[in-house]
T-cell receptor, first 114, second 114 residues
Framework: DQQVKQNSPSLSVQEGRISILNCDYT??????FLWYKKYPAEGPTFLIS?????DKNEDGRFTVFLNKSAKHLSLHIVPSQPGDSAVYFC?????????????FGKGITLSVRP | ETGVTQSPTHLIKTRGQQVTLRCSSQ?????VSWYQQALGQGPQFIFQ???????GRGNFPPRFSGLQFPNYSSELNVNALELDDSALYLC?????????????FGPGTRLTVL
């Protein structure tokens, strides 16, 4: 049973435009949400996170929105750059500590066209 | 400060064999988590080790076992390999007390079971 769902396997956008990556979850116990970026032959690297007590967190070109009632979050990248092309994983945990178990979605492959 | 390293990079085994994968945690980190990423899937939590003790386990059978050493490096052992064990195995190190966004992943070991 997939507790974190990324239903779109891929997304292609033009350089300079906005990329919107969506994620849904089913477990009401999730309290902390993270986005990871993964390049081939590398491990996932942390991008941005949000606590369940917030509905928005922004870091430079990256913004994560959380709609807790809909159990939905999204990652916005503005403006998109070719170097953003990678696999993006949405992850969730029941608490915000470093020893928390992360539950990942299947990932979305983002391609940014020059 | 060295990051998380894993060895070997790639490994090919046959069904029924046993395998040991290794992870060196980032300097100063005392917690290691292991994840399995099957093709087309997101990473799935196997177990976590904190100060040489297992500190949580995902939905994996007992033939998946681990160790953590006094220097906080870790091993993942898989006995009686099955074809479905073919995957990328990721380890993540963290420091207890830090945030969930401070789990740092290694590049992974690609295991192929024939």
């Amino acid at each position: 049973d997939q507790q974190v769902k990324q239903n779109s396997p891929s997304l292609s956008v033009q350089e300079g435009r906005i990329s919107i990556l969506n994620c849904d979850y089913t477990n009401s116990m999730f309290d902390y949400f993270l986005w990871y970026k993964k390049y081939p032959a590398e491990g996932p690297t942390f991008l941005i996170s949000i606590s369940s007590i917030k509905d928005k967190n922004e870091d430079g070109r990256f913004t994560v929105f959380l709609n807790k009632s809909a159990k939905h979050l999204s990652l916005h990248i503005v403006p998109s750059q070719p170097g953003d092309s990678a696999v993006y994983f949405c992850a969730a945990s029941e608490w915000a500590g470093a020893n928390s178990k992360l539950t990942f979605g299947k990932g979305i492959t983002l391609s940014v066209r020059p | 400060e060295t990051g998380v390293t894993q060895s070997p990079t790639h490994l090919i085994k046959t069904r029924g064999q046993q395998v040991t994968l290794r992870c060196s945690s980032q300097s100063g980190h005392n917690t290691v988590s292991w994840y399995q990423q099957a093709l087309g899937q997101g990473p799935q939590f196997i177990f976590q080790y904190y100060r040489e003790e297992e500190n949580g386990r995902g939905n994996f059978p007992p033939r998946f076992s681990g160790l953590q050493f006094p220097n906080y490096s870790s091993e993942l052992n898989v006995n009686a390999l099955e074809l479905d064990d073919s995957a990328l195995y990721l380890c993540a190190s963290s420091l207890s007390g830090a945030g969930a966004n401070e789990q740092f992943f290694g590049p992974g070991t690609r295991l192929t079971v024939l």
